[in-house]
């Protein structure tokens, strides 16, 4: 039984250290997405961001912040206004509100229907 009990230890702290290292990736990441965000460097941003919610889906700044990068690096690029309206209005369905969907949702509403809607 000891045997078995200090292998479950031993598995159980290499489980935490994993996760310890994971979790530091994961906020350099996060520090750098800001910062070439500040810097708008948007696809950049954006990338990491999307490495961030592979790992975390619920990361709802992430995700945002994934979309809104896109968005603000070419507001004209309409390939990019279904995926950005799924996740922004995914995140508002979820409880995750910022001015900044707002905004975006209601140009593209009226960028894709001629402003008829």
């Known amino acids: 039984i000891e045997i078995t009990f200090t292998a479950l230890l031993d ?4 489980q935490h250290i994993s996760t310890v290292v994971a979790d530091t ?7 750098q997405a800001k910062r070439l965000f500040e810097e708008q ?3 950049q941003a954006a ?4 490495e961030i919610v592979a790992v975390q889906s ?4 992430a ?6 990068a896109r968005y603000l690096y070419n507001p004209m690029d309409s390939s990019l206004y279904t995926k950005i309206v799924q996740e922004f209005t995914l995140l508002q369905k979820n409880g995750y ?3 900044e969907m707002d905004d975006v949702l209601q140009t593209l509403r009226m960028e894709t229907t001629g402003g008829t809607e």
């Open 11 to 14: 598995e159980q702290k290499k």
């Open 25 to 31: 990736v994961l906020a350099k990441k996060e520090e």
């Open 41 to 43: 460097e948007y696809i």
């Open 47 to 50: 990338n990491l961001w999307d």
């Open 58 to 61: 619920d990361n709802f700044d």
């Open 63 to 68: 995700r945002f912040y994934a979309q809104y």
């Open 97 to 99: 509100m910022r001015q």
